[in-house]
């Protein structure tokens, strides 16, 4: 199963305090972890706000995860068609390979041309929109209380 994957990169000193993270108090560990975790829901519930919807297959197959060990929040999204979606397509020219024409529609064909399609991004958007908004909270969580 593939995914989506579109990486981003925080400010310096934010991203500095994520790799540092040993360097802080246990409960400084614990705010930059916490909010790190609801950047990354949000940033994954903004995807879902923004995704195209058809069937809703792309739209349940956007998840996250956290990996503590790196500090990371990951979002991605796992419908086999997200990239298509992201970044749109090309004109396609189908041939059929065993058979001597294709059924599509009903109907018969030696050749088929898919039109292109534009680009529909929901992911980037989507960590754009929240970028400010978990550096800022990463921010107030390595601040001594």
């Given amino acids: 199963m593939s995914a989506l994957r579109i990486y981003s990169n925080l400010e310096k000193e934010v991203f500095k305090s994520l790799r540092d ?6 409960g400084a560990q614990a705010r930059i972890r916490a909010a790190l975790r609801s950047g990354t829901e949000r940033v994954r519930d903004e995807a879902k706000a923004r995704v195209p919807v058809r069937t809703g297959r792309l739209r349940q197959g956007i998840k ?28 396609s020219v189908v041939v059929p390979r065993r058979k001597k024409a294709l059924k599509f529609l009903g109907r018969f064909s030696m050749i088929n041309v898919i039109p292109a399609r ?3 991004p929901f992911m980037r958007p989507a960590f754009e929109k929240e970028k400010p908004e978990i550096e800022r909270s990463i921010r107030e969580a390595v601040k001594p209380k």
């Fill in 64 to 91: 996250y995860e956290m990996n503590v060990k790196g500090n990371q929040g990951i979002v991605r999204s796992t419908a086999p068609h997200s990239h298509l979606v992201e970044f749109g397509t090309g004109v």
């Fill in 21 to 26: 993270i040993s360097k802080y108090d246990a």
């Fill in 118 to 120: 534009k680009a529909r």
